[in-house]
């Protein structure tokens, strides 16, 4: 059974550019969510997607955008990058029910300058 | 809407004590709770979990943590730590049945000392 997986495992972009984050979810796991970490921070949930669907969002800007694929591996995608876009973007794979729990891949450090 | 605090930024101790992590939650509805460890350069991991049932939860590496409800706290312990416990800490909080939007807080950076 492998984990979750996140591609690519550092970056860095310029302010004004486009970035794509990529998860591969666990084996049998049907939901994503996708997390920002800021340096000194907890986790900040941006959305979470169901079966291909938006399912549910957080406090982020529309420029945070997603996908999520027909074998459940998923995209984040951010526009117009800022200054404070520089973060850790976790991806955590599940089932909702019954257990909830959350697998959590190791994160792409993503740099803008 | 759910949030959590985590009271301590940062706990010291010496390998062999026992520590208290603090979390306290905020809802106006039931709750499930969790703790995170995060290791350096690594994503996080689920220790433990409250959906419902016994107040107290174990962990498999001697942690445990029990729901207060009358005090909203959702406290991690541990009898005796050792070094390879250095990691950072996140107490979370998420709605029954659903999992979207969990709530994590800050953060406590547990740091074993020889």
């Known amino acids: 059974e492998t984990g979750v997986t996140q591609s690519p495992t550092h970056l860095i972009k310029t302010r004004g550019q486009q970035v794509t984050l990529r998860c591969s979810s666990q084996?049998?796991?049907?939901?994503v969510s996708w997390y920002q970490q800021a340096l000194g921070q907890g986790p900040q949930f941006i959305f979470q997607?169901?079966?291909?669907?938006?399912?549910g969002r957080g406090n982020f800007p529309p420029r945070f955008s997603g996908l999520q694929f027909p074998n459940y591996s998923s995209e984040l995608n951010v526009n117009a990058l800022e200054l404070d876009d520089s973060a850790l973007y976790l991806c955590?794979?599940?089932?909702?029910?019954?257990?909830?729990?959350?697998?959590f891949g190791p994160g792409t450090r993503l740099t803008v300058t | 809407a759910q949030s959590v605090t985590q009271l301590d930024s940062q706990v010291p101790v010496f390998e062999e004590a026992p520590v208290e992590l603090r979390c306290n939650y905020s809802s106006s509805v039931s709750v499930y709770l969790f703790w995170y460890v995060q290791y350096p350069n690594q994503g996080l991991q689920l220790l433990l979990k409250y959906l419902s049932g016994s107040t107290l939860v174990e962990s498999i590496n001697g942690f445990e943590a029990e729901f207060n409800k009358s005090q909203t706290s959702f406290h991690l312990r541990k009898p005796s730590v050792h070094i390879s416990d250095t990691a950072e800490y996140f107490c979370?909080?998420?709605?029954?049945?659903?999992?979207?939007?969990?709530?994590f807080g800050a953060g406590t950076r547990l740091t074993v000392k020889p």
């Open positions: 084996s049998g796991h049907n939901t």
């Open positions: 979370a909080v998420s709605l029954p049945y659903n999992n979207n939007d969990m709530r």
């Open positions: 997607y169901y079966r291909e669907e938006e399912n």
């Open positions: 955590a794979s599940s089932v909702l029910t019954p257990s909830y729990e959350q697998y």
